[in-house]
């Protein structure tokens, strides 16, 4: 299993930016998977989760209206489409399999993080 996490950057205030998680070594349409990030000293969060047709989602209460989750079963990538950034939304996003999309099991399974990306909102 892999999934790597791309797309990230520095962004302004309100503004917005696109991350990108290719997956491989698994059926990526028969999995639940889901972004999550972690800031300095803080606790991982988790952002949104995914069922593998794409019709269950979950949003953090931090995220919910500003950023979209989809995915894409042909190429194999899951999205997180962020918009009105935040200073606070600053932190390295990772993407991971999951239990499923409500609060409780959206959550890493162990062994699927991948790699992931930072995410710097400031001006």
């Known amino acids: 299993v892999q999934l790597q996490a791309s797309g990230g950057g520095l962004v302004q205030p309100g503004g917005s930016l696109k991350l990108s998680c290719a997956a491989s070594g698994f059926t990526f349409d028969e999995r639940y998977i889901g972004w999550f990030r972690q800031a300095p000293g803080k606790v991982r969060e988790g952002v949104s989760c995914?069922?593998?047709?794409?019709?269950?989602?979950y949003y953090s209460d931090a995220v919910k209206g500003r950023f979209t989750v989809s995915r894409d079963t042909a190429k194999n990538t899951m999205y997180l489409e962020m918009n009105s950034l935040k200073p606070e939304d600053t932190a390295v996003y990772f993407c991971a399999r999951t239990y499923g999309s409500s609060y409780r099991l959206c959550v890493p399974q162990k062994g699927t993080r991948g790699q992931g990306t930072l995410v710097t909102v400031s001006s």
């Open positions: 995914i069922s593998g047709d794409g019709t269950k989602t």
